[in-house]
């Protein structure tokens, strides 16, 4: 069982950054695929990034603004996000996926966080 808990969610202007930090409970976090998706009122949930062995991944609408890393001694996952717009509000998931690759379909994770909200002012 991993337990995921976000955090460094908030208000910002349009044009500002945050940074999102994910904490996995459990020995085998490096062993998992770990993505971010967000969901907006009235939206599905929407895969953003994914990072594992393989490398990252970012859906097109954030790539060039977000970064997603992970540092597996502190069995935490990020994600940087700047130039942020508007349309990035949401409540933003963290997730993890017991395979080598971050699925960008949230049906291939086992486990999510509870989420944190991100409001962009514009």
């Known amino acids: 069982q991993v337990q995921l808990v976000e955090s460094g969610g908030g208000l910002v202007q349009a044009g500002g950054s945050l940074r999102l930090s994910c904490v996995a409970s459990?020995?085998?976090?490096?062993?998992?695929?770990m993505g971010w998706f967000r969901q907006a009122p009235g939206e599905e949930r929407e895969f953003v990034a994914g990072i594992s062995w393989s490398g990252a991944y970012y859906t097109d609408s954030v790539k060039g603004r977000f970064t997603i890393s992970r540092d597996n001694a502190k069995n935490t996952v990020y994600l940087q996000m700047n130039s942020l717009k508007s349309e990035d509000t949401a409540v933003y998931y963290c997730?993890?996926?017991?395979?080598?690759?971050?699925?960008?379909?949230?049906?291939?994770?086992?486990?999510w966080g509870q989420g944190t909200q991100v409001t962009v002012s514009s």
């Open positions: 997730a993890a996926a017991r395979l080598t690759f971050p699925p960008s379909s949230w049906s291939g994770y086992h486990y």
């Open positions: 459990g020995r085998t976090f490096s062993s998992y695929a």
